[in-house]
């Protein structure tokens, strides 16, 4: 069984956190835009201006799937993870802890300016991300077991806080 799943809006850290947890717990590393990267031989950018987003979203449901039947690791997820209904409850199924990694919009805001490899925010106006983070917010809380606040903190401070919740 997977050790964690860590979901959160873009930019809260969920790869840099995961990667850094799975390295001290010395377990695999799996983040479900590289799994579908390495299936599709394609970036998710590329998937989402060639076939759209609803394609994306079901690769995206796929490789969650998968990666919940891997027999360890950590999951790291797209924050788009809670946009399709199949997904919040496979993750509020799973007996593996989802953690929500929490932060709050200026944090994710200040991270994301400029982004240009994240196909969501290049069809999107400021106000509609905003939007998108307080809708995605209430799924997040929904489907988490556990939730580490990010604002402030190193990936290492977050990393011992969640070994020492899990
Ligand atoms: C998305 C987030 C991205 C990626 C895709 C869509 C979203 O992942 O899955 O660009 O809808 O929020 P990150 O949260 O790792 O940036």
């Known amino acids: 069984m997977l050790t964690a799943i860590l979901i959160g809006f873009m930019g809260a850290g969920k790869t840099t956190v995961g990667q850094a947890l799975a390295e001290t717990l ?73 953690i929500y990694l929490d932060a709050h919009f200026g944090t994710v805001a200040e991270r994301l300016m400029g982004d240009v490899t994240r196909p969501i925010l290049a069809e999107k106006s400021f106000r509609d991300v905003v939007e998108l983070y307080q809708a995605r917010l209430a799924k997040y809380q929904e489907v988490a077991s556990l939730v580490q606040p990010v604002d402030n903190r190193t990936p290492k401070a977050i990393v011992t806080a969640i070994q020492q919740e899990l």
């Open 26 to 98: 010395d377990i695999p590393f799996y983040d479900t835009d590289v799994l579908i990267q390495q299936q599709t031989q394609q970036t998710p950018g590329a998937i989402f201006a060639q076939a759209g987003e609803m394609a994306f979203r079901l690769q995206e449901h796929a490789v969650l799937e998968q990666a919940l039947a891997e027999p360890q690791g950590i999951l790291a997820t797209g924050g788009g993870i809670v946009e399709q209904p199949e997904n919040l409850k496979l993750l509020k199924a799973t007996q593996v802890p989802v």
